[in-house]
Nanobody, 122 residues
Framework: QLQLVESGGGLVDPGGSLTLSCTAS????????VGWFRQAPGKEREGVSA???????KYADSVKGRFTISRDNTNNMVYLQMNNLKPEDTAVYYC????????????????WGQGTQVTVSS
């Protein structure tokens, strides 16, 4: 069974940090571009960050300088380090994988995880 699983979400104070993890079963993530997306209540899904197979990355303007995406091919993982979190970062975060690097074209991604909730609140 081919699937993605996210972990690492939770409740954090404004200004705090979280690291989200995305792992794959049934396939090797380093053969795929991986994107992180989020969806807040009542809002459309938006692309947050993406990393290509070769390493180039892309970030939404709203998270540049605060979020970092990275790969750990040895462990078949992709991470999203989130620093200086703001209440507006509150959302369900999803990772997605596709063989092509189309960073924020969510409709083109082949595999999706179930999501992990991130809540930024004091």
């Amino acid at each position: 069974q081919l699937q993605l699983v996210e972990s690492g979400g939770g409740l954090v104070d404004p200004g705090g940090s979280l690291t989200l993890s995305c792992t794959a079963s049934g396939f090797t993530l380093d053969d795929y571009a991986v994107g992180w997306f989020r969806q807040a209540p009542g809002k459309e899904r938006e692309g947050v960050s993406a990393i290509s197979r070769g390493g180039p990355t892309k970030y939404a303007d709203s998270v540049k300088g605060r979020f970092t995406i990275s790969r750990d091919n040895t462990n078949n993982m992709v991470y999203l380090q989130m620093n200086n979190l703001k209440p507006e970062d509150t959302a369900v975060y999803y990772c997605a994988a596709d063989r092509y690097f189309l960073p924020f074209r969510g409709e083109d991604y082949e595999y999706w995880g179930q999501g992990t909730q991130v809540t930024v609140s004091s």
